[in-house]
């Protein structure tokens, strides 16, 4: 499996590009197969156009690009990262970049850098000119910033993509759950009618036992009784109401974290 079998990757080229904005270190995302996954952020002439245009430059990097972890200063002096994409112990790919100075260049020893490579030097040092300068330090906890940022990314969206199945299963059984208390609201508001028609008929039957004199007493008892049992009925109706407006609640609530996780 690779990266873009369960994650889009325009989320990770937002984050390389905002971290490169922010920092001035260049950037670029490698799969596990060592194919770039995104466009490059902020890399300068200097290292792509000069140093990469040579061909004993370009032997460099790559040795770099392929061989080193961590931070390290690579070719003509500029400092290079590489940190590891990981899932579950898995090495998925890498974050590349940097291509930063250190510390302010030695611009004649630049110049004999390119002489060795075979630059043209004026070119080669106004191209140096614009790489950002910066300390190691603060290039190694961007580095490493940005190893945690995308790690965290892409450790969530294979949670989200290996579970889908399970969430989808789930979200179901929570639609399952919204069409039973339906079922239960609509035969509760019938029992809860039938119940209000009890006590109208047990009310009538209490008038006309009265009328009745002492033949209609037997039947006032019956009457009464009905009459208690219906608003014991009622009682409990609201009862189951009040309930089911709180599991209502509830469910409404773990469908509306299922539509925000289909957005997402």
């Given amino acids: ?148 940022i995308v790690n965290q990314l892409v450790n969530l969206e294979y949670f989200k993509f290996s579970n889908a199945d399970r969430l989808e299963q789930l979200q179901k059984e929570v639609d399952d759950c919204s069409n039973l208390i339906q079922m239960i609201n609509n035969n509760t508001s019938h029992l809860k009618a039938i119940a209000t028609k009890q006590k109208i008929l047990s009310l009538n039957a209490s008038i006309e036992a009265a009328r009745s004199g002492e033949a209609g007493v037997g039947f006032a008892v019956v009457a009464k009784s009905m009459q208690d049992l219906s608003s014991q009925s009622s009682v409990i109706y609201n009862d189951i109401e009040k309930s089911v407006a709180d599991i209502t609640r509830t469910i409404s609530n773990l469908s509306s974290l299922f539509d925000d996780q289909r957005e997402n």
């Fill in 1 to 148: 499996m690779e990266l873009k079998d369960f994650m889009d990757l325009s989320k990770l080229q937002e984050i390389q590009d905002s971290f490169s904005n922010s920092t001035g270190l260049a950037a670029i995302a490698v799969g596990k197969n060592g194919e770039y996954i995104t466009e490059g952020s902020n890399f300068t002439d200097f290292c792509m156009k000069y140093t990469r245009g040579s061909a004993e430059g370009n032997k460099r990097c790559i040795k770099c690009d392929n061989d080193c972890t961590g931070t390290y200063t690579c070719h003509a002096g500029l400092m290079d990262f590489s940190v590891d994409i990981t899932i579950n112990g898995e090495k998925m790919g890498s974050m590349i970049g940097g291509q930063i100075l250190p510390n302010p260049p030695d611009e004649e020893q630049f110049r004999a850098t390119a002489e060795e490579l075979g630059i043209d030097p004026d070119s080669y040092i106004e191209a140096l000119r614009k790489v950002p300068v910066s300390t190691e330090d603060k290039i190694r906890a961007s580095a490493d910033l940005l190893g945690i």
